[in-house]
């Protein structure tokens, strides 16, 4: 093992002691927005018609800020804000079908501000609407359009959401010439160039795609009916949102042009300034870390305060002096941040990848190389309920002992060297310390034993439903082809992002084109799957907190789903932006209700989600009335 140097853009005054200490004393009591003492801001918000509208997000964002924090109406169409800083706020509300309502509203502590919203219907609906209302709306009346719209799913949407593909129109031409780039194109995004062979499905199916997308995204009139699934009822109302804007690694101090705030504008382009935020966690103070996967001059992660939104950038340099980059994160139990740095594998030139920690309180930063004959630290990072680390590598996964300083390495019992098929990507523990990996093109998870040093497998069981519709060609097309890493065969399930719970005998897996939450047994292997809440809203990552609550990010829908086993109900809370491409999910849970936290890659942002009661909102309407009266009174 070789311990590497460490290679900070930071220096650390004296003065950063003492912030450490303060940190440290605030670690029990996470700082919460919902429960602090200010004005208040609340309202109504009503159709055209005079109808009270549940479940439309509200927003508020105070002037030259970077936070912006967002509410859900209740059944009566009612508002109401935690307490907030005097100042003068943007706000405005919106959702799926209806035009966006603005105000400007001025908090000056003397009275609960009241500002109520009148919302008409929108005359396009397509630019606001979510991966899983794309999916929802798109035809498949007939045998080929269901085969073709499996075919679009599992080929065209493996690594972008739908809704900012769709959202576009192009006739057959136009249709076939994005199809000819993207059979080209590789998981980053990279173009083979005309010598490399192009993805066989895709290939295969090319003309037919070009000629559904024309159809129901072309210049003349659409089958399509619109299905909107993505307005939130109930308790998925009680949410608080607070997002914080991350500043561009690759252009500091400047923020993507377009952040998916306002749903009218359509989903953003990456193009317009990708902040590469992949994976995220949330220490025990109530901070935010995110880590960065794209090639910059600044940030290998970060920390952003929560209470004033400023974000922190770290690098840490490899060999030849370039910014190392990062994909996971996690946090252990003492509550230290475990995270790849990005390297060579070993049959490429170049330092290895590592394995990172660092403490939140002192921000001190150690780097752990494995030996030179196992593989390099990959891009998903989990720990176990002993306190070992794990992560993914090319061909299965690694343990790290944080005790020992030793690394232990599990390969995949079916990889293709040569194909790629089989590379893992998540990876998760279980609670008595065995390891578990995604085959996502293979629908396979690995597990380790740590009694024989061996790897077992867990087959997912393939969508049925979606066999039997393929064709006799397409089937031995299928079985010649295989899977790519991003682009599968119509029936795979799709393993993606894994995670285990610590206090309990189960791991959880996202199966991301399957739709569904698959529940793995740690003694027995027996495999049990949820259908998600909405259809086709992309399971992307998962984690399980104390509790047993299993949480995802639902990447297509962009929206955050909250499972729990005993009942097998889900809540789905919606996200304030559209657009977002999450792609992890975290969860402070030393306190009740936990807080949850997501990045955005596609808009640069990290989102924490806290949890309100009914009780909670019944206080706050007592504090509004009371605020309102004393100003009354003094008038």
């Known amino acids: 093992m070789r311990k590497s140097l460490v290679l900070l853009s930071a220096t650390f005054a004296m003065g950063f002691v003492l912030l450490g200490i303060m940190e440290a004393a605030s670690q029990k009591d996470t700082a919460k927005t919902i429960s602090r003492s200010g004005p208040l801001l609340s309202g109504t918000i009503r159709s055209a018609g005079g109808q009270a509208l549940e479940g439309i997000t509200v927003s508020a964002r105070a002037e030259g800020s970077t936070i912006t924090t967002s509410v859900f109406t209740d059944q009566d169409g009612l508002y109401i804000f935690p307490p907030m800083e005097k100042g003068a706020y943007r706000v405005w509300a919106q959702t799926v079908g209806l035009d966006t309502a603005r105000a400007q509203v001025d908090l000056d502590g003397t009275a609960a501000a009241r500002q109520d919203f009148v919302l008409k219907s929108a005359k396009d609906v397509t630019r606001q609407m979510t991966g899983a209302d794309w999916f929802a709306s798109l035809p498949e009346d007939t045998i080929a359009d269901r085969r073709i719209k499996d075919v679009f799913k599992t080929s065209c949407t493996g690594c972008h959401i739908p809704s900012y593909i769709l959202q576009n129109r192009f006739d057959a031409k136009g249709w076939g010439a994005i199809i000819d780039l993207m059979k080209m194109v590789n998981v980053n995004g990279i173009y083979g160039g005309v010598d490399k062979a192009p993805w066989p499905i895709i290939q295969y199916h090319r003309q037919e795609l070009a000629e559904y997308l024309a159809k129901v995204r072309g210049p003349g009139t659409s089958p399509m009916k619109v299905k909107l699934l993505s307005r939130p009822k109930g308790d998925a109302t009680l949410a608080v949102i607070t997002e914080y804007a991350i500043d561009l690694a690759e252009a500091p101090g400047e923020y993507p042009v377009q952040d998916g705030n306002d749903w009218s ?50 690098k840490v340099l490899n060999e030849r002096g370039k910014v190392r980059t990062s994909h996971g994160i996690r946090k252990d139990a003492n509550g230290i941040l475990w995270f790849n740095l990005s390297g060579a594998s070993r049959d490429t030139e170049g330092p290895l990848g590592s394995l990172a920690r660092v403490d939140p309180i002192t921000r001190q930063l150690d780097v752990y190389t494995p030996p030179n004959d196992m593989s390099g630290v990959g891009g998903a990072i989990d720990v176990d309920g002993k306190g070992k680390i794990w992560a993914s590598t090319r061909t299965g996964a690694i343990r790290f002992d944080p005790d020992t300083g030793k690394f232990l390495e599990f390969k995949s019992v079916h990889f293709d060297t040569e194909a790629g098929l089989g590379t893992t990507y998540g990876v998760a523990a279980d609670s008595e310390g065995n390891g578990y990996w995604a085959e996502m093109n293979l629908d396979i998870v690995g597990k380790s034993d740590l009694v024989t040093g061996k790897s077992l497998e867990i087959k997912m069981p393939p969508r049925a439903e979606k ?32 995670s285990g719970d610590h206090t309990g005998n189960t791991v959880w897996v996202a199966n991301w084109w399957g739709e569904n939450l698959a529940k793995i047994d740690i003694h027995t292997l027996k495999v049990t799957m949820y259908p998600v809440p909405s259809k086709n809203s992309g399971p992307y990552a998962v984690v399980v907190d104390k509790n047993h609550i299993v949480w995802v990010n639902m990447m297509n829908n962009d929206s955050v789903g909250r499972f729990d086993p005993v009942t097998e109900k889900w809540t789905e809370y919606m996200l304030p932006t559209h657009g977002a491409e999450t792609r992890h999910i975290a969860v402070n849970d030393r306190q009740y209700p936990p807080e949850v936290v997501v990045a955005y890659e596609r808009t640069s942002k990290a989102a924490r989600l806290q949890f309100r009661t009914r009780e909670d909102l019944a206080t706050l309407k007592e504090q509004v009335q009371t605020q309102r009266l004393q100003a009354a009174n003094r008038q």
């Open 265 to 314: 504008e359509g989903v953003p382009s990456k193009l317009n300034g990708v902040g590469a935020t992949h994976d995220v966690e949330i220490d025990f103070a109530g901070n935010i870390w995110v880590v960065n996967n794209h090639e910059n001059l600044i940030r290998t992660y970060a920390r952003i305060d929560a209470k004033t939104g400023e974000v922190t950038s770290y």
């Open 467 to 498: 066999m039997e519709i393929a064709t006799p060609e397409e089937r031995k097309l299928y079985s010649m082809s295989g899977s790519d890493w991003n682009s599968a065969i119509p029936w795979t399930q799709g393993p993606r992002r894994l």
